[in-house]
T-cell receptor, first 116, second 116 residues
Framework: KAGVTQTPRYLIKTRGQQVTLSCSPI?????VSWYQQTPGQGLQFLFE???????NKGNFPGRFSGRQFSNSRSEMNVSTLELGDSALYLC???????????????FGQGTRLTVV | AQTVTQSQPEMSVQEAETVTLSCTYD???????LFWYKQPPSRQMILVIR????KQQNATENRFSVNFQKAAKSFSLKISDSQLGDTAMYFC?????????????WGAGTKLIIKP
């Protein structure tokens, strides 16, 4: 069974540009969550999509958006990039929504975004 | 505010030794979940162990066990017979369900190095 796949693995963008990251969940998983990881900050929750609907959202500005397709694949978009957006972006998939507290999340290897 | 604190930024032990990673959290909720995740250099976050707050019995998974002290709001991870492959960042996370939504809050992580 293939794991969670995130593309691209590495990305370098310039301030002011926009970027789209992709996440393909494990087959059969309907929930996809996105996290931003920066050194010393742990993981910060961005949002969760379940069956093409945003179910939960963290405290990030509107420049961060996402969507989920009917095949459960998800994309995350960041517009007007800032230097502070440089981070590892992790995607996690699970069978059920995060509302099921005991659902296990499986993570991808992340996309390392560098904004210069 | 809900917080998760991992007071040890970095730890180092010899192979085969036992090591304990600490985690404390702050909440007024009575029902929640606690997790330990491992992030090796490959960057993929892997669930190590999970504890439900209403269960008094400490969770165990092979060489990994937790010491859950609900009154003290402490959730430490013990790794017995440590192996070189245990070298990774370890994150403690707290999840609760509230107001038709869930919150997942992460600690800043502990870097664990197992020396041969």
């Amino acid at each position: 069974k293939a794991g969670v796949t995130q593309t691209p693995r590495y990305l370098i963008k310039t301030r002011g540009q926009q970027v789209t990251l992709s996440c393909s969940p494990i087959s059969g998983h309907r929930s996809v969550s996105w996290y931003q990881q920066t050194p010393g900050q742990g993981l910060q929750f961005l949002f969760e999509y379940f069956s093409e609907t945003q179910r939960n959202k963290g405290n990030f500005p509107g420049r961060f958006s996402g969507r989920q397709f009917s095949n459960s694949r998800s994309e995350m978009n960041v517009s007007t990039l800032e230097l502070g957006d440089s981070a590892l972006y992790l995607c996690a998939s699970s069978q059920e929504s995060g509302r099921a507290l005991n659902t296990e999340a499986f993570f991808g290897q992340g996309t390392r975004l560098t904004v210069v | 505010a809900q917080t998760v604190t991992q007071s040890q930024p970095e730890m180092s032990v010899q192979e085969a030794e036992t090591v304990t990673l600490s985690c404390t959290y702050d909440t007024s909720e009575s029902n929640y979940y606690l997790f330990w995740y491992k992030q090796p250099p490959s960057r993929q976050m892997i669930l190590v162990i999970r504890q439900e707050a209403y269960k008094q019995q400490n969770a165990t998974e092979n060489r990994f066990s937790v010491n859950f002290q609900k009154a003290a709001k402490s959730f430490s991870l013990k790794i017995s017979d440590s192996q070189l492959g245990d070298t990774a960042m370890y994150f403690c996370a707290f999840m609760r369900w509230m107001d038709s939504n869930y919150q997942l809050i992460w600690g800043a992580g502990t870097k664990l190095i197992i020396k041969p």
